[in-house]
């Protein structure tokens, strides 16, 4: 029979022995005893973070679980390195990644200010250009780095769409494996949007190449829909928010998305377990709000805590103090209020969850403020009253925490009640949703509730499911997963996390293997009209090689 110990629990321990014991630990309790003591200024702070973390409550990122209170002491989850169009500059970023690389970090390039390097005889569509080259010396260099390090290496690679190598960038990745270590995306103005929805695809966007706004848009399209990349970020929407203008424009994330950041900035990254919020069947305001302030001062703490890979990101971080406290467990949460992932109810319930966090956030800063100062940049911000830090919230996408939580991840709909899971630490492991086997495992004889769970590891749903005796009509309703939801449902619940948050939100649009090249084109424009700052689209199949598989696509 499938179960939770088999399942979880093993995935969990697993988990936390790969990555996260250091030596003379031998359990959750001790790690939280660890970084509580790193990063706690007083004995109070260290018995509210230890509690909190031991709980389960709120989890920083992995690279403050991993470092905090030994040598390294690199806490950081998110940075962006600037790569200049120059040797020295190539390598001087290809350096400072790798540090970063070897701690945990994420590390994100703006690749736009590397210019061909000479006629247009020397660059076609079809060769690797300069931009891509050098992504793939980055991605050499981070399969190096991951043998000295406790977690794989991530990148992004940003190019801004009026680069003259854009489709080369675009089609970097057309080959399953190629530039592995590397997430892509194409930086997009508001005037390309606009000219697309207007129907502009024969306007010539770029005039060195004669390329057509509706040809790079073709490109893009065929990339997502052949393998789920590249994605896209909206410049003018992430420097809307960008709480500090006088200080540059910002033209690169993380590589997840959720952390538009400028050069050689640091962000540290936390995230409140959503389902621990209920209470007899409604969300506890209140001790969202107040946990949410405790992690504001956690994440702010380590700002000062941290060690840092070289001394430009210090002084970078330091003189805005970003933080990006987030989320993790939302559908947890609207299962246990009955509620549907792609229902109006939910989409009320996500924008409340980050206008509370959000909220509560700003208003620990200003306490933090007062008793310690603001932030050095404060002047050149857009923030009336003195903050501590520029910017607060992020919803990050929680991979490995939310399994350390038992929750599911960042704000993502469960990608299937029951599925397999590879790719992590070197195993495969056969999972049932918790929440999923709380509720049907009672109900049901061992034969049925067997049969279902082998129903949903073929199909990805229970929706197809015809004796009601086994699942109801009602049961349908709230048991919605990843490939039960329909993309503008996807894209709406982003935005309504979008809306009331300071940074970006790491999602995935989910579409499945029979979505087409103009079911895409559509999202990208719905995604953009609704306020994102970045898209990922994924259509089901499209890669062999994945982490959360389901049967038929794989035994």
């Not at 930086?187 to 790079?216: K, Y």
């Not at 002047?379 to 399994?403: C, D, F, H, K, Q």
């Not at 996390?497 to 979505?515: E, L, V």
Request: proline share 4%; net charge negative; aromatic share 10%.
């Amino acid at each position: 029979m499938w179960g939770t110990e088999e399942g979880w629990d093993v995935l969990t321990i697993e988990t936390l022995k790969a990555r996260y014991l250091r030596e003379g630990e031998n359990d959750w309790e001790d790690v939280c005893e660890r970084v509580a003591k790193a990063i706690a200024t007083s004995e109070e702070e260290y018995l509210e973070f230890r509690d909190l973390m031991a709980r389960k409550v709120f989890l920083p990122s992995s690279p403050t679980l991993m470092n905090a209170g030994i040598k390294f002491g690199q806490l950081a989850a998110c940075f962006v390195i600037p790569v200049k169009d120059s040797i020295e500059g190539i390598f001087d970023a290809l350096k400072t990644a790798a540090l970063i690389q070897k701690t945990g970090g994420g590390t994100g390039f703006d690749f736009s200010k590397i210019q061909p390097d000479g006629s247009l005889s020397l660059c076609t569509d079809d060769d690797a250009c300069v931009p891509v080259a050098l992504m793939r010396l980055f991605n050499e260099a981070t399969n190096v780095v991951k043998h000295f390090g406790r977690r794989r290496g991530a990148n992004m690679g940003v190019l801004n769409i009026t680069h003259r190598d854009i489709v080369s960038f675009i089609r970097a990745k057309q080959v399953e494996g190629e530039l592995s270590n590397f997430n892509i995306s194409v930086m997009v103005p508001d005037a390309f949007m606009e000219l697309i929805e207007a129907d502009g695809n024969h306007e010539i966007w770029n005039r060195q190449t004669g390329r057509t706004a509706g040809s790079i848009l073709s490109e893009i399209v065929e990339g997502i829909w052949r393998n789920g990349e590249p994605g896209i970020l909206f410049y003018d929407r992430i420097n809307r928010d960008n709480y500090t203008p006088a200080l540059g424009d910002i033209s690169a994330t993380n590589p997840c998305g959720e952390e538009p950041l400028l050069p050689f900035e640091s962000c540290n990254l936390g995230s409140l377990n959503l389902s621990f919020f209920i209470t007899e069947g409604k969300v506890n305001w209140d001790y969202l709000r107040e946990t949410a302030e405790k992690a504001v001062r956690f994440l702010d703490n380590e700002i000062d805590k941290n060690t840092y890979p070289i001394p430009e990101i210090e002084i970078a971080s330091k003189r805005t103090r970003k933080v990006g406290l987030g989320v993790m467990g939302f559908h947890d949460m609207l299962l246990k209020l009955g509620l549907p992932y792609d229902s109006s109810e939910a989409l009320k319930i996500a924008e409340k969850v980050m206008e509370q966090v959000s909220w509560a956030a700003v208003r620990e800063s200003r306490k933090l403020a007062a008793e310690k100062g603001p932030f050095p940049e404060h002047s050149n911000s857009t923030w009336e009253l003195p903050m501590r830090n520029a910017a607060l919230t992020a919803v990050a996408p929680t991979g490995t925490i939310s399994i350390l939580a038992g929750c599911s991840a960042g704000i993502e709909p469960v990608f299937s009640w029951v599925y397999r899971r590879t790719q992590t630490m070197g195993k495969e492991f056969m999972l049932v949703h918790p929440l999923f086997e709380a509720h049907f495992m009672p109900k049901l004889s061992d034969v049925d509730y067997n049969w279902l769970i082998e129903h949903v590891y073929m199909h990805g749903t229970l929706q197809n499911v015809e004796n009601p005796e086994i699942v109801s009509e009602e049961e349908k309703r709230i048991f919605r997963s990843a490939l039960d939801i329909d993309w503008k449902a996807h894209i709406n619940v982003q935005a309504a996390f979008q809306r009331r948050c300071h940074a970006g939100i790491s999602k995935t649009i989910n579409m499945p293997d029979y979505a087409g090249k103009e079911d895409i084109k559509q999202a990208l424009i719905y995604a953009w009209k609704q306020g994102l700052k970045g898209l990922t689209i994924y259509r089901t199949g499209s890669r062999q090689r994945v982490v959360l598989s389901l049967k038929k696509y794989g035994n």
